[in-house]
């Protein structure tokens, strides 16, 4: 099957790519601040902004929160294997319990990874022994405490060293 030109997203140039950069260290920015941060005009970062959130590149814009101030002070991955289950529907049902963040699908011999956050370790406990481990599908699970965690780079301020 060939794919043509249209199939394909259109790439981003250095310009958009700045944009997404900035938003990712800062969703408030300000259209004028972003202008002035990229060279461009308030209307021409308004317009790429726009852009961006039509073409799926921006997919919506937040705050980034420390889990402690909310009283979430021990955090752990959570490795799941799962039997012969639908990974969409079981991935869901993980992802809407209390105390889970996100649930990802990953290669290799695991097929879960959740990211969970508790008040203290006997909720944390609580959550991965009585939800997750007995919701029926999960063959087993093993669980990695975070002890501390270091921002790399989110997508957009990867270096603009791609084409």
């Given at each position: ?33 972003m ?34 101030s ?7 991955l ?28 990953v ?53 603009d060293?791609?084409?």
């Amino acid at each position: 099957m060939q794919h043509s030109a249209s199939d394909q997203p259109a790439a981003l140039d250095s310009i958009d790519r700045k944009i997404v950069a900035a938003l990712a260290r800062d969703a408030r920015l300000s259209m004028r601040a972003m202008a002035e941060l990229v060279h461009i005009s308030r209307t021409s970062a308004h317009t790429r902004v726009q852009n961006l959130v039509r073409r799926g590149v921006i997919t919506g814009f937040g705050a980034q929160i420390d889990r402690k101030s909310l009283g979430l002070h021990v955090s752990a991955l959570v490795v799941v294997k799962i039997g012969d289950v639908s990974w969409a529907v079981i991935a869901s049902k993980l992802a809407e319990l209390p105390f889970v963040e996100k649930a990802q699908a990953v290669s290799g011999d695991i097929d879960i990874i959740l990211t969970v956050s508790a008040p203290d370790h006997e909720q944390l406990s609580q959550a991965i022994l009585r939800d997750i481990h007995s919701m029926p599908g999960v063959i087993s699970t093993r669980s990695h405490l975070i002890l501390e965690e270091i921002a790399g780079h989110s997508p957009g301020e990867t270096p603009d060293i791609w084409r």
